[in-house]
């Protein structure tokens, strides 16, 4: 089945640090990946996504590239802000188990905390 | 003006009882989710309409019933709570169901059942 491995948490950071949220998968077919954030007592809201190998989605400074080959899609970010301080979710989209739907398959999520 | 609204934000209440709630998007989308946020922020998808009809369905105990009157709205009732139902509810809609659309959540539905 489908499934995504992220990197655990909780990640903290000082402003201005490197970020990378490490993020795996394992799907049949051609998924389409996304990075999506939750910011306190919020809902999800996209961060970016890629649609096919070798894209690269990028929002807000933030960064990530479908590897096909890694089966990848790391989430990388060179100077956070303290604003940044949320719950990443990676997911990929792939065919429902009867094959008429498609479905967001999450990882368990990320917490960062980025300190002044 | 809100994309996706869910209501009520808050939800306490006590086990056996029925509950619902409701979501409504304004974006045109054909298709909607209802996802399930537990305490350890885990989602995972509950039910799929698109176009009123119901496309996916996880396994979810059959307390739980989705409605759907038009394209523009879809309800969950949930019957007997249990405990364990507690958790954040998400509402979610996409144009069309594409693997490539994006889903846009309304800001959830915190069930707490006592």
């Known amino acids: 089945g489908n499934s995504v491995t992220q990197m655990e948490g909780p990640v903290t950071l000082s402003e201005e640090a490197f970020l990378t949220i490490n993020c795996t998968y394992t799907a049949t077919g051609y998924p389409s990946l996304f990075w999506y954030v939750q910011y306190p007592g919020e809902g999800l809201q996209l961060l970016l996504k890629?649609?096919?190998?070798?894209d690269k989605g990028s929002n807000k400074g933030f960064e990530a590239t479908y590897r096909k080959e890694t089966t990848s899609f790391h989430l990388e970010k060179g100077s956070v802000q303290v604003s940044d301080s949320a719950v990443y979710f990676c997911a990929l989209s792939a065919y429902y188990a009867s094959g008429s739907a498609r479905q967001l398959t999450f990882g368990s999520g990320t917490q960062l905390t980025v300190l002044p | 003006d809100t994309a996706v609204s869910q209501t009520p934000k808050y939800l306490v209440t006590q086990m056996g009882n029925d509950k619902s709630i409701k979501c409504e998007q304004n974006l045109g989308h054909d298709t909607m989710y209802w996802y399930k946020q537990d305490s350890k922020k885990f989602l995972k998808i509950m039910f799929s309409?698109?176009?009123?009809?119901?496309?996916i369905n996880e396994t979810v105990p059959n307390r739980f019933s989705p409605k759907s009157p038009d394209k523009a709205h879809l309800n969950l009732h949930i019957n007997s709570l249990e405990l364990g139902d507690s958790a954040v509810y998400f509402c979610?809609?996409?144009?069309?169901?594409?693997?490539?659309?994006?889903?846009?959540f309304g800001p959830g539905t915190r069930l707490t059942v006592l």
């Open positions: 890629a649609t096919k190998a070798d």
């Open positions: 309409y698109n176009n009123k009809e119901l496309i």
């Open positions: 979610a809609s996409s144009p069309s169901g594409f693997s490539t659309d994006t889903q846009y």
